[in-house]
């Protein structure tokens, strides 16, 4: 459920749809930014004048925000959630990642997500709602 209030905590776990030659499709889950993080980061990026450098940082940030992914290596290894390991993604998924995570873009529909998950996830987050706290909160004291 899209929620316009972030609460401490709160993450997401979004769906990238596959883009044929270029990569699969990817799960991943983040913590939502803040807007004062967001300024902090573009502005920061805008300084740079030094494009790896504009990257790196991207990376770095992605990995901050970028809590788990079903990423793997063509072997089937699972690719780490790091700076490092972020540089090496597909371009155009990277920036796909990054776009999200800074609210500029939204994820795709999950064709696998049941109608059933959707009302279960809603009434989560509902209750976390009326209870001013996360779904994740609700989890742990459950």
Do not use: C
């Not at 494009?51 to 990423?71: F, G, N, Q, S």
């Not at 490092?84 to 939204?106: N, Q």
């Not at 999950?110 to 001013?132: C, G, Q, S, Y």
Request: charged share 30%; no cysteine.
């Amino acid at each position: 459920m899209d929620q316009a209030y972030i609460h401490d905590g709160y993450t997401k776990t979004v769906y990238i749809a596959a883009m044929e030659g270029q990569y699969p499709a990817v799960h991943f889950e983040y913590r939502a930014m803040l807007s004062q993080d967001r300024a902090a980061i573009m502005r920061k990026i805008s300084v740079y004048g030094d494009a790896r450098k504009e990257e790196t940082l991207a990376a770095a940030t992605i990995a901050e925000y970028v809590t788990a992914w079903d990423i793997t290596k063509t072997g089937g290894e699972d690719v780490e959630v790091s700076t490092s390991e972020t540089l090496r993604l597909a371009p155009v998924l990277m920036t796909k990642i990054w776009r999200i995570i800074i609210g500029s873009d939204s994820p795709d529909a999950d064709p696998d997500a049941t109608e059933l998950e959707d009302e279960h996830n809603a009434e989560e987050d509902l209750k976390a709602i009326l209870e001013d706290t996360t779904p994740e909160a609700l989890d742990a004291k459950n």
